[in-house]
């Protein structure tokens, strides 16, 4: 089953976060609010990622926001995360999200487990069968422990619903391999100050953390990366991206997100916390610089 939109589209996917209230519980006219700007956006929705610390929620939660958002009928593409460790339980999570308005999932490598090209495979595979929409597998090395590799990618690239890979390893070598292995799967950059050098080696676009506090501005930053004829996109946006990462993402987004009045508050998920980040200088400037670049 296809998506209902033309994935190509939409060079900018942003890694929502999920807002919650001052008692920790998810915040749903936030998370409305946030679906709406990115709409505004014309920016495709990712849910229940790293940044959206989808882990950190209980089943109930996720599936709460997953029927949430898609019974909001977003005029954007919404693409869901799966990502764990136990493999039935990602195909039970697979199989609900089929039932509903889905059109894209986000496959993780599975956590803590390491498993070597022979594993990944068969974890992938088993995803990606049971999956009734295209899929976007998920190359961050920093998290998992482990790379998907080239050869990973062979293994799969017969599956028709196996769209795009988003790489987020840092290495301009890996895409290139990527490239090569499997020049018919898109690949999105997953570092944003990366974007303008991932363009020139063929990417497809961006998964972004900034886009949540800087929608617009952030999908005008990939337009020109794609273009290709707009220097200097790198200096500005490394410094402002910088800031985002300086502690565990997405405690700086979100401490960004409630100075700029766009969260109510700046809660997250134990082990994660705001207090991790007590200046927040970086982060102003960060958004003075973005908000006034053209």
């Not at 976007?136 to 890979?165: C, E």
Request: a negative charge; hydrophobic letters at 45%.
């Amino acid at each position: 089953m296809k998506s209902q939109f033309d994935l190509s589209n939409y060079p900018l996917w942003t890694a929502l976060v999920t807002p919650f209230d001052a008692n920790n519980n998810v915040d749903y006219n936030t998370l409305k609010q946030l679906i709406n700007e990115q709409q505004q956006a014309n920016n495709g929705i990712l849910i229940l990622g790293s940044t959206g610390e989808g882990l950190a929620l209980d089943k109930h939660e996720q599936r709460a926001i997953v029927e949430y958002v898609s019974a909001l009928a977003p005029s954007v593409p919404l693409m869901v995360a799966v990502g764990g460790f136990n493999l039935t339980e990602q195909l039970a999570w697979i199989e609900f999200c089929n039932t509903l308005d889905v059109d894209a999932y986000l496959l993780g490598s599975p956590v803590y487990a390491k498993p070597g090209d022979v594993g990944q495979t068969q974890w992938f595979d088993a995803l990606l069968s049971k999956a009734k929409k295209p899929c976007m597998l998920y190359n961050v090395p920093g998290r998992s422990a482990v790379s998907i590799t080239p050869q990973v990618l062979k293994n799969l690239q017969h599956h028709d619903n196996f769209w795009a890979i988003k790489e987020a390893s840092g290495d301009i070598a890996t895409f290139e391999a990527f490239r090569n292995t499997a020049p018919h799967i898109a690949i999105y950059s997953g570092d944003d100050g990366l974007m303008p050098y991932f363009a020139q080696a063929g990417a497809a676009g961006l998964v972004s953390v900034a886009a949540n506090a800087w929608p617009e501005q952030t999908a005008e930053f990939v337009r020109r990366s794609l273009a290709g004829t707009f220097p200097n996109l790198f200096t500005t946006w490394t410094s402002a991206v910088n800031s985002l990462f300086s502690v565990a993402n997405p405690i700086p987004v979100k401490v960004l997100m409630h100075a700029q009045g766009k969260l109510a508050t700046p809660h997250l998920r134990p082990p994660l916390t705001h207090l991790e980040l007590p200046c927040k200088q970086a982060l102003h400037y960060a958004n003075d610089s973005i908000l006034s670049w053209n």
